[in-house]
């Protein structure tokens, strides 16, 4: 049974063509009908010659004999593909990236290529009927992934906390997106966690005095250089620190306290000299401290100290005492704040003169000499808030409770009216649909408890909202087919439903009002109103924040990052600072493009890119000063135009000591060409040669070895070629023209259809001629993480069709994302659950 739907249809069929590696251009979009298209390719394409090609290249290994890959195209009916449209999908991705028939092997032309993929792709795209869409099936019950229980927190309640590092990781499918809804599960631990939060961020978001008081540290990581202005936060004119946006929950007195840097055995660092350094809050300055120069009482000089080998041997013990814990303990400051966020900056007086003897930056497994250590820069390790440790008030107004308190009870007057008028509006944002009787009635048993344990009717509010963020209906997006609707039936899903997914896609986050009211009046699906309301949502910062941190840096592997290591020895400019500048290099340039939505394929191809002093130093780009990372044009767009010259990218396929075109291979098929490269067998030594007499080789030399295994060379001639395309890059993402063994770079690869790659240059060239075929990847990543489950073969159909209708406009954001929220896929859903009754 399939509930009708008028929401998705189909367009007609480009005409394709494969050319060069295989992947496949558009060389004439019809002007006619779908029919017409299909007509035309009918019209020059036999079955039999379909059969012939396949029997020539493709049926010696798979066939029911030999059955390589599970795939027997002798027994599959050519003429009938959607009969078997799960293999033959498989077929039409092989020949559309180039990856089959393997190297080394004969290969069709790209004519035949041509015709085998556009015979297949046509036959199966006609057969689909849009009065039968398969929308697939994901889990009736949807757990929020920790950026989105995060997101939710802070838009229902008007905070901004993140409280995501206190919830337990998020399992991801198949190494793919944490916000698919098999692969969330439910543990005690998540329980455990969202109760205690859920106290937590009531209290603050009501104003009631948390139950003690607390200590919350922010550390900086250890191997951020302190050099220069870490934040926009931070005054100019500023060296090091952090700032930190704090939630202070109550009116009332606090700690801030200031702990320097120390190094391995514990010594303060950079006491040599004095500096001073500035506590701020919300930019005011509450103090300027001056830390440094106090030891030189406890010792006879820096000249006998640099000599005197280890620090304990070279002063008194009053001298050890300061260097060790007198020398940053009177950084703290006592404080009254009033409730509200706010901001603490802690930063220094940036010198415009240096000591002599000035160290490079501390890098991740390199120890510094005493003397460098003495005479370096002073730093920031950490700033602590405490308390509050006396209450001076609880009624403030702050940006929460203006959300939360929308009415105040009359003295004398029925309390219970305006808890249930509260807690009905925080519950239908909360529950994403309209609250009934028995949510409200529950949510104010809550109310009288807390009422009568704290005393106050805020302390009823808060009890009934800590219930609200632990209720299912909160923690969980749950699909509730309609009456009648048995399981495998297809049905429309309601405009609540579609409120919810639609926000959930592009902000990470709940329904705003005006998305909720239209989804209440039963108007958001109608089609002129839910265009506008998609590209509003897609207009708003919140979509870009969260597709850029939701999708961009899963699909993008950015969130490997902060684990990069890299051999101190050979790259001894890497360090913590450049890995933060390269993930600001990639989220702004991805957000760029997804705010101005330019075409996907600039990608690829953009001249431009956003860096700060610290990367511009590293990519060898002048004229860029200062800690922001700012959009510029690049002098040499050939070496770093583009995803594929990131340096971040990079660096994250790459070992510690050396490039790897095989990461960097596998990296370029899963992402950027979508060939879904299969992981090695299991009985495969997947290491390469080691000892000193492999190490002198080459890497090409010892691929090659690696290669005379059958079962590794049937992968490693797609991935490596376009590894060593980006040889140029070390293993930290910097340009080179020797490689680790002191030789020229070795960047010649070739593509098994014989195209030569020489650098990434001819790289990114080879893959803007086939454009398409990495929209196509980007098309199949983004509807994946949209509906929160691995894309299957049924629904290839409409990725070909998106991306065909994205093309007129040069293929913008804007046309793939609402092709996304526009596809049956996207707007119904197939019931595997027991009938149920009821609608979200």
């Given at each position: 049974m399939t509930v009708q739907s008028s929401r998705a249809g189909h367009a007609s069929l480009a005409v394709l063509l494969l050319v060069g590696g295989g992947a496949m251009v558009v060389v004439g979009a019809p002007t006619a009908s779908t029919e017409s298209a299909f007509s035309l390719h009918a019209a020059r394409t036999d079955p039999e010659e379909v059969r012939e090609i396949l029997d020539a290249y493709c049926v010696r290994c798979h066939n029911e004999r030999r059955l390589n890959g599970g795939l027997a195209l002798d027994a599959l009916d050519v003429e009938n593909p959607i009969a078997a449209a799960d293999r033959w999908e498989t077929v039409i991705r092989k020949l559309r990236t180039g990856t089959m028939p393997p190297g080394g092997v004969a290969r069709p032309d790209p004519a035949e290529y041509d015709l085998v993929a556009g015979w297949l792709e046509t036959e199966i795209d006609g057969a689909v009927s849009p009065d039968e869409p398969n929308p697939g099936e994901t889990n009736a019950v949807h757990r929020l992934n920790r950026l989105e229980y995060n997101n939710a927190i802070n838009e229902l309640f008007t905070l901004d906390v993140d409280v995501r590092t206190l919830l337990p990781g998020d399992e991801t499918a198949d190494g793919s997106f944490d916000n698919f809804a098999d692969a969330l599960s439910?543990?005690?631990?998540?329980?455990?966690?969202?109760?205690?939060?859920?106290?937590?961020?009531?209290?603050?978001?009501?104003?009631?005095?948390?139950?003690?008081?607390?200590?919350?540290?922010?550390?900086?990581?250890?191997?951020?250089?302190?050099?220069?202005?870490?934040?926009?936060?931070?005054?100019?004119?500023?060296?090091?620190?952090?700032?930190?946006?704090?939630?202070?929950?109550?009116?009332?007195?606090?700690?801030?306290?200031?702990?320097l840097r120390r190094?391995?055995?514990?010594?303060?660092?950079?006491?040599?000299?004095?500096?001073?350094?500035?506590?701020?809050?919300?930019g005011e300055l509450l103090e300027r401290f001056t830390v440094g120069g106090g030891a030189t009482q406890f010792r006879p000089a820096a000249a006998s100290y640099a000599g005197a080998g280890e620090p304990g041997s070279a002063g008194s013990p009053a001298w050890e005492e300061y260097m060790q814990m007198t020398g940053d303990a009177h950084l703290e400051v006592r404080l009254t704040v009033e409730a509200g966020p706010r901001l603490v900056g802690v930063s220094f007086v940036r010198d415009q003169w240096e000591p002599e003897l000035l160290p490079q930056p501390q890098q991740r497994g390199r120890v510094l000499t005493n003397d460098q250590i003495y005479m370096d820069h002073a730093s920031v390790h950490s700033v602590q808030i405490g308390g509050p440790y006396e209450i001076t008030g609880t009624d403030r107004e702050t940006p929460s409770r203006e959300e939360i308190f929308v009415c105040r009870p009359e003295p004398g007057s029925e309390e219970e009216v305006c808890a249930a008028q509260i807690l009905a509006r925080m519950a239908r944002r909360a529950f994403r649909r309209p609250t009934t009787e028995q949510d409200v009635e529950m949510l104010l048993g809550f109310f009288r408890q807390g009422r009568a344990e704290g005393g106050s009717f805020d302390a009823g509010v808060q009890l009934a909202l800590e219930r609200l963020v632990v209720d299912p209906e909160f923690l969980f997006r749950i699909y509730r087919a309609p009456a009648g609707v048995e399981s495998g039936d297809v049905y429309d899903l309601d405009d609540i439903a579609v409120a919810s997914r639609l926000s959930f896609f592009l902000w990470s986050s709940i329904p705003d009002e005006p998305l909720l009211e239209l989804a209440e009046n039963g108007r958001l699906t109608e089609p002129a109103v839910y265009e506008e309301q998609v590209r509003r949502m897609l207009a708003d910062p919140r979509a870009i924040d969260a597709l850029v941190e939701g999708f961009a840096a899963q699909w993008l592997n950015l969130r490997l990052l902060p684990e990069k290591l890299a051999d101190p020895l050979k790259y001894p400019d890497f360090d913590d600072s450049l890995l933060d500048a390269?993930?600001?290099?990639?989220?702004?340039?991805?957000?760029?493009?997804?705010?101005?939505?330019?075409?996907?394929?600039?990608?690829?191809?953009?001249?431009?890119?956003?860096?700060?002093?610290?990367?511009?130093?590293?990519?060898?780009?002048?004229g860029v000063y200062g800690s922001r990372p700012r959009r510029v044009t690049l002098p040499n767009p050939d070496q770093r135009g583009g995803l594929l010259a990131h340096g971040g990218l990079m660096a994250i396929t790459?070992?510690?000591?050396?490039?790897?075109?095989?990461?960097?291979?596998?990296?370029?098929?899963?992402?950027?060409?979508?060939?879904?490269?299969?992981?090695?067998?299991?009985?495969?030594?997947?290491?390469?040669?080691?000892g000193r007499e492999a190490e002198a080789l080459g890497i090409r030399e010892r691929l090659e070895r690696?290669?005379?295994?059958?079962?590794?060379?049937?992968?490693?001639?797609?991935?490596?070629?376009?590894?060593?395309?980006l040889e140029e890059f070390d293993a930290v993402g910097a340009w080179r023209d020797t490689d680790e063994t002191g030789g020229p770079v070795d960047n010649v690869g070739t593509w098994p259809s014989g195209v030569e790659l020489n650098g990434v240059a001819s790289l990114r060239a080879l893959l803007l001629d086939y454009d398409d075929q990495f929209v196509r990847t980007v098309t199949e990543k983004l509807m994946s993480y949209a509906l929160g489950r691995p894309l299957e073969y049924f629904d290839q159909p409409t990725v070909r069709q998106i991306v065909r209708d994205a093309e007129a406009g040069g293929y913008r954001w804007s046309s793939i994302v609402l092709g996304i929220t526009k596809s049956a896929a996207f707007l119904m859903r197939r019931s595997v659950e027991a009938q149920s009754v009821g609608a979200q």
């Open positions: 439910i543990t005690t631990t998540h329980l455990e966690r969202y109760m205690s939060l859920g106290r937590y961020v009531t209290r603050l978001a009501t104003g009631l005095p948390p139950t003690a008081p607390g200590v919350e540290t922010f550390e900086v990581p250890l191997h951020v250089v302190q050099d220069q202005r870490q934040s926009e936060d931070l005054p100019f004119g500023s060296r090091g620190g952090v700032s930190v946006r704090y939630d202070f929950p109550v009116d009332g007195e606090y700690l801030i306290k200031i702990q190094q391995y055995q514990d010594y303060l660092m950079g006491m040599g000299w004095p500096q001073q350094l500035d506590l701020r809050l919300d390269y993930r600001q290099e990639t989220e702004m340039f991805v957000a760029y493009n997804l705010r101005e939505d330019r075409p996907i394929p600039e990608l690829l191809s953009a001249d431009y890119t956003f860096v700060n002093e610290r990367l511009a130093r590293f990519y060898d780009i002048p790459a070992y510690p000591d050396r490039t790897s075109p095989v990461l960097r291979g596998k990296w370029l098929l899963d992402n950027i060409l979508g060939a879904n490269p299969a992981p090695p067998p299991a009985n495969v030594d997947t290491s390469l040669d080691q690696h290669r005379e295994d059958p079962l590794c060379a049937s992968c490693h001639t797609l991935m490596d070629p376009l590894g060593f395309a």
